[in-house]
């Protein structure tokens, strides 16, 4: 199986992007917004921002929205301007969502998305979560 993010996607052995100017703003981790919005670059991602990417990914596919509530923070995400939406994402000014469908998955989402860069789990670690979830529902007695 091969698992695609919705941006730029690349292996740890190549070059990294030189010239991020950001990606979809609902997938951007806080600090590559809040560098893109600085317009420092070359802005470079890295494991901590794949692996917040890939929260973005799996949280999106569980529930069929972004993880993060426009909304609660007075943003109108159909109508704000990219550049202010990043903005508010590297501010971290908008809230995730508080309630959504399967918690067990979006419990073990949050921890990636409300980290600092240096202290989200791993795509390891995250990968680990992931199949103990997996794991336990394979066991779980149907009711």
């Known amino acids: 199986m091969r698992l695609l993010d919705f941006a730029w996607s690349r292996r740890l052995d190549e070059t990294p992007w030189t010239a991020f100017r950001g ?3 609902h997938l951007t981790a806080p600090e590559l917004a809040a560098a893109v919005t600085a317009d420092r670059q070359p ?8 692996v917040h990417a890939l929260a973005v990914l799996l949280w999106t596919c569980a529930t069929g929205d972004w993880p993060l509530d ?7 995400r159909t109508t704000a301007a990219p550049a202010d ?12 969502t508080p309630t959504a469908p399967r918690p067990e998955l979006l419990g073990a989402l949050r921890p990636v998305l409300l980290a600092a860069p ?3 789990p791993t795509a390891a670690d995250l990968a680990a979560h992931l199949t103990a979830l997996h794991d336990a529902a ?3 007695p149907v009711s």
Do not use: Q, W
């Open 23 to 25: 990606t979809m703003v």
């Open 43 to 50: 802005v470079l991602t890295t494991p901590a921002s794949d």
């Open 70 to 76: 426009y909304r609660a923070a007075g943003i109108d």
């Open 85 to 96: 939406l990043f903005r508010a994402n590297g501010e971290r000014a908008v809230p995730l």
């Open 118 to 120: 240096a202290d989200r």
């Open 138 to 140: 394979a066991t779980a």
